[in-house]
């Protein structure tokens, strides 16, 4: 590869390229300090306290993997078509981390939800209503995605709230049944990591 290219990559592996526009023009508004229409990774990376977040409909936000230094996030989620990849960092995922604002979803509480929460780090802790729901919207409609935490981490009893459930649960291949004799509440199915088809 010649120096054009060399450098050509450089600058293009300096930013990060977002899959979804609308979570990259939230991203753009709070966090793009330069003002030049792009996020770079060394400016996701200055971002500590991230707050309260609303995210669109449709959420794909696989890039949140390079905020490598946030703390103090809860996302709000308008519907259950959510993918997100948690950075490494978070170890301990708090009350209201992801919130399913689920007055504004389906009315059909029989309706079949796809979230998928990815956590790269290696987790300790689900903490009372990490994940949580605001009506009787009574289906497994998420999945947690571990491929880190080889121990099964503390969850607290009620670390869903309050209605739904985690349909599927995606470990580390050799910790499936550690996870399964831990007796996780509110889980319909421990898979091993390898079953996973999606990419993170």
């Known amino acids: 590869m010649n120096r ?22 939230i991203c753009l508004e709070k966090w793009d300090k330069d003002s030049d229409g792009k996020l770079s990774k060394e400016e996701a990376a200055q971002v500590t306290n991230i707050g309260n977040l609303q995210m669109p409909h449709n959420c794909k936000f696989r890039e949140f993997k390079y905020f490598e230094n946030a703390t103090n996030v809860q996302f709000h989620f308008p519907d259950t078509n959510v993918e997100i990849v948690v950075p490494s960092q978070i170890t301990t995922i708090p009350i209201f981390f992801a919130q399913f604002v689920t007055a504004q979803i389906q009315q059909n509480n029989n309706a079949e939800g796809n979230a998928v929460l990815i956590f790269l780090g290696e987790i300790k802790e689900f903490q009372y209503y990490a994940i949580s729901d605001d009506r009787e919207y009574r289906t497994p409609y998420f999945s947690i995605v571990l491929p880190n935490t080889k121990t099964p981490p503390k969850f607290n009893p009620a670390w869903k709230a309050n209605y739904g459930r985690c349909k599927k649960m995606y470990v580390p291949d050799g910790s499936v049944e550690l996870y399964k004799a831990a007796n996780v509440p509110s889980v319909e199915n421990i898979l091993p990591i390898s079953e996973y088809k999606g990419n993170y």
């Open 4 to 25: 054009r290219r060399l450098l050509l990559r450089h600058e293009y592996d300096k930013y990060i390229h977002f899959e979804d526009k609308e979570v990259e023009r």
